[in-house]
């Protein structure tokens, strides 16, 4: 049988998270904890907040409030207190963060795009970081597209890219927001297989998603945010088939219709 993972102590806790933009509030005291090895997919309509409360996790946004733990190393923000950068640097340098729009570097070939971080970051040396970007090139079905220049790669495969340089960087966490939004479904189909085959290996994800059907099959717990907030989490069949919320029910009857 398999081991129940939310039985595990959490690996990755987000609690309290607040941010404000202003007068808006664009994530409501969200908490979320994940087992290492656990993949949660984060589901709710537009301006939910769900990016939002990705880029808080990664420190893309401080958040306004709340603390942020992967393994031992924790973060509390709030009263206006600024963190500092080292803090910061070392919780973001446990995630890994894959984007909707690849955010590739345009005149650096896929090769350099993984290796350079490896440098510049973890000081490995430019033979170590090839031989490991060749290695995770292979591992996404990119190879043969080491010497190209991203402008020549279909968005699917600059997506693949993304993913192998955020893995180069041995992220203990992957943190994906909409990968596959900006892509066609038959080229986000490869984006999903690659993510899927992730997950299965044991890395721990956090996935906002409007796929539904990678949400159903391939996250052990999906929650889904309403303005803001969390308003239901659960095991996928269970939320997608006999949700509880209201806004839950609104959300899915809309995006199962379409
Ligand atoms: N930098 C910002 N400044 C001001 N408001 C922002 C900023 N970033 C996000 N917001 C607002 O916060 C709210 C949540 O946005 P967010 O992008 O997190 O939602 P989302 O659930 O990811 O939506 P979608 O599914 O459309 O991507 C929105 O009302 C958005 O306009």
Known sequence: MEPDRRAQPAFLEASGVTMRFGDHVAVRDVTLGLARGEVVSIIGPSGAGKSTFLRCVNLLEIPTQGTLRVGETSLSVGSGVKPKERDIQALRRQLGMVFQNFNLFPHLTVLRNVSLAQERVLGRSPAEAEARSMALLERVGLADKAGAYPGRC???????????????????????????????????????????????????????????????????????????????AGEPHQVMSNPSHPRTRTFLSAVLDR
Do not use: C, N, W, Y
Request: glycine share 6%.
């Open 154 to 232: 279909s968005g699917g495969q600059q997506q693949r890219v993304a993913i192998a340089r955020a893995l180069a960087l041995d992220p203990a966490v992957m943190l994906f927001d909409e990968p596959t939004s900006a892509l066609d479904p038959e080229v986000g189909a490869e984006v999903l297989a690659v993510m899927k085959e992730l997950a299965a290996e044991g890395m721990t994800m956090i996935v906002v998603t409007h796929e539904m059907a990678f949400a159903r099959d391939v996250s052990d717990r999906i929650v889904v945010m309403v303005d803001g907030a969390v308003v239901e």
